[in-house]
């Protein structure tokens, strides 16, 4: 699930934490795999800030946290049906949906502890994303009882019912760049549909939406909020679109099946994850040529997530009846 919000935005007292925090050295090899402390995977997201990978489970009803080097750190339990995760903008708190508990749990980044839950009502939620002072969640519990909804940051003001009639929880995405813009696909269907969504008084109105091809996996924006990318199972490329009216940009020829999308909020670099051969590639910003690739078997949808400086990035794969793994890639 992508968050979608995977990334949050370096301060000044970012630098100085990350000073601290034990950054992956230049002397490990380019690729580390780590089984992680879950069975499953339902999302990924990384906290620059503090140097924690954190990757979700809705079947082990947990979170699973690492440093940056992908060392445990801990487990977090009792979140009944964890799904989506997204950073908050002051990186105090990270979101985890709890989809079959009814609410979005808020987690203090720092002590790993559970502040508080924001009941967002009986609607499964699922994926997560950030804009402004907002967070915002798809949900569905039934077929084509999904939409979209939403709670302050502080957990006043939930409500849902701003989108409607969605087949499953969609994808979403926000970026820094373009804030109350929000883009949301709807995965398994064929064809899926891809949407842009914008802010506007109390609601949300369709700014546009266009056909992205079959079984939708992964939504992303670019850098600079400009272009939204699209992973699916067709076409076999990353689809590229303009935010504004979702009109064709470009497309990165992956090969078949691409599963997951991330781009760097540092470097604007690419990266796809294929679920064809296992392997993950990497895409300088503004370039359609692939500069680097990795195996990474049995890759998730949605679980690619960059870390700080777009020196690493991270990837979810799960081989038949084992832990999900954690693959630490130098980019």
């Known amino acids: 699930m992508h968050n979608r919000s995977r990334w949050l935005t370096a301060t000044a007292m970012t630098a100085a934490l990350l000073t601290a925090t034990a950054l992956p050295a230049l002397a490990e090899p380019p690729q580390r795999t780590v089984a992680l402390s879950v069975k499953s995977f339902s999302d990924i997201a990384v906290d620059p800030t503090l ?15 690492t440093d940056l080097s992908g060392n445990a750190v801990a487990k977090l339990s009792n979140l009944p049906g964890a799904t989506g995760l997204a950073l908050s903008p002051d990186g105090r708190t990270v979101f985890v949906a709890l989809s079959q508990f009814g609410a979005i749990a808020a987690v203090d980044t ?6 508080t839950r ?6 499964c939620p699922s994926d997560l994303a950030v804009t402004g002072t907002r ?7 039934t077929t084509w009882g999904g939409g979209i909804g939403r709670v302050g940051l502080d957990g006043t003001g939930a409500r849902t019912g701003l989108a409607t009639g969605h087949y499953s929880p969609h994808q979403l995405a926000t970026s820094p760049a373009r804030p109350g813009l929000l883009a949301t696909g709807q995965p398994g269907l064929s064809p899926s549909e891809l949407r842009v969504l914008r802010e506007e008084g109390d609601g949300l109105v369709l700014q546009g939406v266009r056909d992205a091809g079959s079984n939708l996996a992964d939504v992303e924006f670019s850098k600079d909020g400009t272009q939204v990318h699209v992973a699916g199972g067709a076409p076999y490329q990353i689809q ?3 935010s504004d009216t979702l009109a064709v940009r470009g497309s990165y020829n992956t090969g078949p099946y691409p599963v997951a999308v991330s781009v760097s909020q540092d470097t604007g670099a690419l990266a796809a994850g294929v679920n064809s051969d296992t392997s993950v590639r990497v895409y300088p910003e503004g370039s359609l040529d692939e500069s680097r690739s990795y195996e990474a078997p049995y890759l998730h949808q949605a679980s690619l997530a960059w870390g700080p400086g777009g020196r690493w990035l991270y990837a979810v794969g799960n081989r038949f009846g084992q832990p999900a793994e954690l693959h630490v890639l130098s980019s």
Do not use: I, M, Q, W
């Open 240 to 242: 590229s679109y303009t």
């Open 110 to 115: 720092l002590t790993l502890t559970e502040r």
């Open 135 to 141: 967070l915002y969640f798809s949900y569905g519990c």
């Open 118 to 123: 924001y009941p967002v009502g009986e609607v």
């Open 51 to 65: 140097g924690h990978v954190f990757v979700s489970s809705k079947l082990d009803n947990a979170v699973a946290v």
